[in-house]
């Protein structure tokens, strides 16, 4: 199994000519403002403060980079805030645009909560990724929450809502780390490929 022994914060960007270039795998974490991004970073990490976790959401705005060793990840801005003021929304999308237009992407962690359905924002980038054939997992996050039979359920769920095998969806919890010997696994995967 993938061991990470190192992870490190490396830049933020604001445009495109900030974004890293690198021939490592770039793995992006994308999904809702406070869905557990941050608190996913750490797990992977190993670390408590790695990426900032904060209570309120949309914190994130830029694209933030961390050196994982073998791979890069790229931690992208939450989207659907809805205290953000459209002009923010609308710089937002088109970072993202340009993220996936610009950086050869080689998978994508979209985040979800599993204790909710996804969010019409949520649907709209598991389409987004679909369209532009970019690889994906469903990290469903804050799974201590629900027991293991609400939790299934969920999984399924989520699965017929995103149209993709219950297979594709990882169940985490920065809490307890559950699920993360299955996100590095998947890591381990994609930068093998």
Same mark, same amino acid.
């Given at each position: 199994?993938?061991?990470?022994?190192?992870?490190?914060?490396?830049?933020?960007?604001?445009?495109?000519?900030?974004?890293?270039?690198?021939?490592?795998?770039?793995?992006?974490?994308?999904?809702?403002?406070?869905?557990? =991004?941050?608190?996913?970073?750490?797990?992977?990490?190993?670390? =408590?403060?790695?990426?900032?976790?904060?209570?309120?959401?949309?914190?994130?705005?830029?694209?933030?980079?961390?050196?994982?060793?073998?791979?890069?990840?790229?931690?992208?801005?939450?989207?659907?805030?809805?205290?953000?003021?459209?002009?923010?929304?609308?710089?937002?999308?088109?970072?993202?645009?340009?993220?996936?237009?610009?950086?050869?992407?080689?998978?994508?962690?979209?985040?979800?909560?599993?204790?909710?359905?996804?969010?019409?924002?949520?649907?709209?980038?598991?389409?987004?990724?679909?369209?532009?054939?970019?690889?994906?997992?469903?990290?469903?996050?804050?799974?201590?929450?629900?027991?293991?039979?609400?939790?299934?359920?969920?999984?399924?769920?989520?699965?017929?809502?995103?149209?993709?095998?219950?297979?594709?969806?990882?169940?985490?919890?920065?809490?307890?780390?559950?699920?993360?010997? =299955?996100?590095?696994?998947?890591?381990?995967?994609?930068?093998?490929?």
């Amino acid at each position: 199994m993938l061991k990470i022994t190192k992870a490190e914060f490396i830049t933020s960007a604001a445009s495109k000519e900030q974004f890293v270039k690198t021939d490592k795998p770039i793995i992006a974490v994308s999904g809702k403002s406070n869905v557990g =991004k941050s608190s996913f970073i750490n797990m992977l990490a190993n670390q =408590k403060k790695l990426a900032k976790v904060s209570k309120e959401p949309g914190r994130t705005r830029l694209v933030n980079y961390f050196d994982f060793g073998s791979f890069i990840l790229a931690d992208l801005p939450g989207y659907g805030f809805a205290r953000v003021s459209k002009e923010e929304k609308a710089r937002w999308a088109k970072l993202l645009d340009a993220f996936f237009a610009e950086v050869k992407i080689a998978h994508v962690f979209a985040l979800c909560d599993i204790r909710h359905d996804p969010t019409a924002d949520d649907k709209q980038m598991i389409e987004y990724l679909y369209y532009n054939i970019i690889p994906f997992t469903v990290i469903a996050t804050k799974s201590d929450k629900l027991s293991k039979a609400a939790a299934a359920r969920s999984i399924q769920n989520i699965a017929a809502i995103y149209k993709c095998g219950a297979g594709n969806i990882i169940a985490t919890s920065a809490e307890t780390r559950g699920g993360l010997e =299955k996100v590095l696994d998947r890591i381990e995967s994609v930068i093998n490929n």
